[in-house]
């Protein structure tokens, strides 16, 4: 099956600093990967993501990269503000049909952004 | 558009105790739906996967159980809880054609 492993675990940064967290993949089937953050006591939410047709997506603040030939994929927040601190997660999944659609998750990745 | 509901939002129980844990989806139909366990700090388990009413696919061995009674109902269970039940259950669901997957808000169990 899918295998997701997710670096750092911890990250601190200033405000205003850039932060990227990287995660890894296994399965050359997956073709989407999804980025959540969750904030304390409050469920995952969607913040952006990537299909396996393309390289980089950038909606503000927030980028993710994909390399699909060394199976890795990166988000990349700039400026940070203090609101950005949460854990994120990353996630790999197949299409629909295939593995019924479920994603495999990375561990997770707690940023605090310090002001 | 879409919403998932969950509740309760926080429950509290003796060990031993039954459960029963509910999700419902609005606005679309025939979805996947997914049922995670979040322990403190840690990141996401997944339980069951159901791709149809009464289809259900078990993830790990355990004292949970789930149903599927209708399209855009999904319920966890338990007859006997134990203290490593506790944790923050979640409830997802994707569309068949599409990509994203929503998160329900939770349940907060407190196993005692």
């Known amino acids: 099956g899918e295998n997701v492993e997710q670096h750092p675990s911890t990250l601190s940064v200033q405000e205003g600093d850039s932060a990227v967290i990287k995660c890894t993949y296994s399965?050359?089937?997956?073709?989407?990967f999804p980025w959540y953050k969750q904030e304390l006591g409050k469920r995952p939410q969607l913040i952006i993501d990537?299909?396996?047709?393309?390289g980089e997506k950038k909606d503000q603040r927030i980028a993710v990269t994909l390399n699909k030939t060394a199976k890795h994929f990166s988000l990349h927040i700039t400026e940070t503000q203090p609101e950005d601190s949460a854990v994120y997660f990353c996630?790999?999944?197949?299409?629909?049909?295939?593995?019924?659609?479920?994603?495999?998750f990375g561990d997770g990745t707690t940023l605090t952004v310090k002001p | 558009s879409q919403t998932i509901h969950q509740w309760p939002a926080t429950l509290v129980q003796p060990v031993g105790s039954p459960l029963s844990l509910e999700c419902t989806v609005e606005?679309?139909?025939?979805?996947?739906l997914y049922w995670y366990r979040q322990a403190a700090g840690r990141g996401l388990q997944l339980l069951f996967y159901?791709?149809?009413?009464?289809?259900i696919s078990s993830e790990v061995p355990q004292n949970l159980s789930a149903s599927r009674p209708q399209d855009r109902q999904f319920i966890l269970s338990s007859k006997k809880l134990l203290l490593s039940d506790s944790g923050f259950y979640l409830c997802?669901?994707?569309?068949?054609?599409?990509?994203?997957?929503?998160f329900g808000p939770g349940t907060r169990l407190t196993v005692t």
């Open positions: 997802a669901w994707r569309g068949k054609g599409g990509k994203e997957q929503y």
């Open positions: 399965d050359s089937a997956s073709n989407y």
């Open positions: 990537i299909r396996s047709n393309v």
């Open positions: 996630a790999a999944s197949p299409p629909v049909p295939t593995n019924a659609g479920k994603s495999t």
């Open positions: 606005g679309t139909s025939n979805p996947n």
């Open positions: 159901s791709v149809g009413i009464g289809q």
